[in-house]
């Protein structure tokens, strides 16, 4: 029964009303001594309360995404990685990526995928733009932006908290950002902890999303050849992720927008490290409020001092705003219209790949 599933919300409120029914049936029969009923009738209020917690837990883990599944819940979906193997995989071949994407929800369709680099494997969604399926671009190659979700949190919270499709299909629409791909991929796949970079005993995160993740959706969709046509985003500890690729991959990400990133000081190869010590040509989008104290305006102040030429940051700054949905809610359409005009627009490319849809 998975954590998210309609079928385990459902029993959770039977359990709820049933603690409630059953506490009612038996306040008044505990049978013994005052010592005896009182202790019981507490454990009968202490059950009702915890099952209404655990409803109360369970919809709005459901309506925000923040766990996906019981091992993002109980932190076992990092703990089977290995990271001394005698063998390497071969590189991947058409068959090792070619995916089959099912449709999901709001336009998105979503796959498990399996990093041949890095070892990981997750879950990733992909929307296509509108003009994606029309005749008239039926051999034009798109744009692609990568979104990452903060923690807790899944790619889903994208679908739940913001319906972040339609977010990108209005701002196409009114002429703000040209027709794009997006890609939710999860930050946390099976086999790479939680950072985003490749790391001793810490799996191969950066590979699965700078590598592995890209080489698929390419492989599997009608993609603009990187860096030009790529570039990442992402919102807290997605945000810190991406101001971490984005200065690490810059061959595989032109630019990137960190919304409300967690501190880019802290970490191996941190945001802040890799700016003070790279140059690579990219261009980078940092988002905050100044009423945000876990990602304060000075975030961006510490990276804007310590890039080089031609690295260029850029703050986007709201007056107000916690470190919350609602704000990054307000981020996120500014963010898009930025980061579509660091792209490639879509053009007619030869395609390389007979497995592009």
């Given at each position: 029964?998975?954590?998210?599933?309609?079928?385990?919300?459902?029993?959770?409120i039977?359990a709820?009303?049933?603690?409630?029914?059953?506490?009612?049936?038996?306040?008044?029969?505990?049978?013994?001594?005052?010592?005896i009923?009182?202790?019981?009738?507490?454990?009968?209020?202490?059950?009702?309360?915890?099952?209404?917690?655990?409803?109360?837990?369970?919809?709005?883990?459901?309506?925000?995404?923040?766990?996906?599944?019981w091992?993002?819940l109980?932190?076992?979906?990092?703990?089977?990685?290995?990271?001394?193997?005698?063998?390497k995989a071969?590189?991947?071949g058409?068959?090792?990526?070619?995916?089959?994407?099912?449709?999901?929800?709001?336009?998105?369709?979503?796959?498990?995928?399996?990093?041949?680099?890095s070892?990981?494997?997750?879950d990733?969604?992909?929307?296509?733009?509108?003009?994606?399926?029309?005749?008239?671009?039926?051999?034009?190659?798109f744009?692609v932006?990568?979104?990452?979700?903060?923690?807790?949190?899944?790619?889903?919270?994208?679908?739940?908290?913001?319906?972040?499709?339609?977010?990108?299909?209005?701002?196409i629409?009114?002429?703000?950002?040209?027709?794009?791909?997006?890609?939710?991929?999860?930050?946390?796949?099976?086999?790479?902890?939680?950072?985003?970079?490749?790391?001793?005993?810490r799996?191969?995160?950066?590979?699965w999303?700078?590598?592995?993740?890209?080489?698929?959706?390419?492989?599997?969709?009608?993609?603009?050849?990187?860096?030009?046509?790529?570039?990442?985003?992402?919102?807290?500890?997605?945000?810190?992720?991406?101001?971490?690729?984005?200065?690490?991959y810059?061959?595989?990400?032109?630019?990137?927008?960190?919304?409300?990133p967690?501190?880019?000081a802290?970490?191996?190869?941190s945001?802040?490290?890799?700016a003070?010590?790279?140059?690579?040509?990219?261009?980078?989008?940092?988002?905050?409020?100044t009423?945000?104290?876990?990602?304060?305006?000075?975030?961006?102040?510490?990276?804007?001092?310590?890039?080089?030429t031609p690295?260029?940051?850029?703050?986007?700054?709201?007056?107000?705003g916690?470190?919350?949905?609602?704000t990054?809610g307000?981020?996120?359409?500014?963010?898009?219209?930025?980061?579509s005009?660091?792209?490639?627009?879509?053009?007619?490319?030869?395609?390389?790949?007979?497995?592009?849809?």
């Open positions: 029964m998975g954590l998210t599933s309609p079928l385990f919300f459902v029993v959770l039977v709820a009303v049933a603690a409630v029914a059953g506490a009612v049936l038996l306040w008044g029969r505990v049978p013994g001594p005052r010592l009923r009182l202790p019981a009738r507490v454990g009968m209020i202490v059950v009702c309360q915890l099952t209404a917690v655990f409803v109360v837990m369970a919809g709005v883990n459901n309506q925000y995404g923040f766990y996906a599944s091992d993002d109980l932190g076992g979906g990092s703990g089977s990685m290995n990271t001394n193997a005698k063998h071969p590189p991947p058409p068959a090792q990526l070619t995916v089959k994407f099912d449709a999901y929800a709001q336009g998105f369709r979503k796959a498990d995928v399996h990093g041949s680099k070892g990981a494997s997750g990733v969604m992909v929307w296509t733009p509108p003009q994606y399926d029309k005749k008239e671009y039926a051999n034009t190659r744009p932006i990568v979104v990452l979700h903060g923690l807790p949190g899944s790619p889903r919270s994208f679908l739940r908290a913001m319906r972040l499709g339609q977010i990108m299909e209005r701002q629409a009114e002429g703000k950002a040209e027709p794009a791909i997006l890609v939710l991929p999860t930050i946390t796949p099976k086999g790479a902890k939680a950072g985003c970079t490749d790391a001793p005993n799996g191969k995160g950066g590979t999303l700078a590598q592995d993740v890209p080489d698929v959706v390419a492989h599997n969709f009608r993609t603009l050849p990187a860096p030009s046509g790529w570039a990442v985003m992402g919102i807290s500890t997605g945000g810190y992720c991406a101001a971490r690729l984005t200065l690490d810059p061959k595989r990400y032109v630019a990137g927008a960190a919304l409300a967690d501190n880019p802290e970490g191996p190869r945001p802040l490290w890799l003070h010590n790279t140059q690579p040509n990219v261009d980078l989008l940092v988002g905050s409020s009423q945000d104290p876990e990602s304060p305006p000075r975030f961006a102040d510490w990276l804007g001092h310590a890039v080089h690295t260029t940051v850029t703050p986007m700054l709201l007056d107000t916690g470190h919350n949905w609602k990054w307000r981020m996120v359409p500014e963010a898009l219209t930025w980061v005009s660091h792209l490639e627009a879509p053009r007619v490319v030869p395609l390389a790949s007979p497995d592009a849809p």
